[in-house]
């Protein structure tokens, strides 16, 4: 594996185990990239220097999955 697909392959199981369910990144044009490029470009973006966290800090009030229906099923 090449070593930026190895990094992206370490943060996304990093990932996975506080919590990540699902991820999509989207390339424009698949013939002009090679997986070693475009897991570059993914890791820029999921780097700390370009996303301080991956933390929430809105201020938004959260619920646990499993209250989220009951409370829905209350409106």
Known sequence: MNPETSKLSA???KEREKGLLDI???TSN???T???NF???VNLITSSEYNEST???DNVERHPASQ???M???L
């Open 11 to 13: 943060w996304h199981e």
């Open 24 to 26: 999509k990144f989207f």
């Open 30 to 32: 698949l013939s002009n």
């Open 34 to 36: 090679t997986t070693e």
């Open 39 to 41: 897991s570059r470009d």
């Open 55 to 57: 933390e929430f800090n």
């Open 68 to 70: 989220v229906l009951p």
């Open 72 to 74: 829905l099923l209350k």
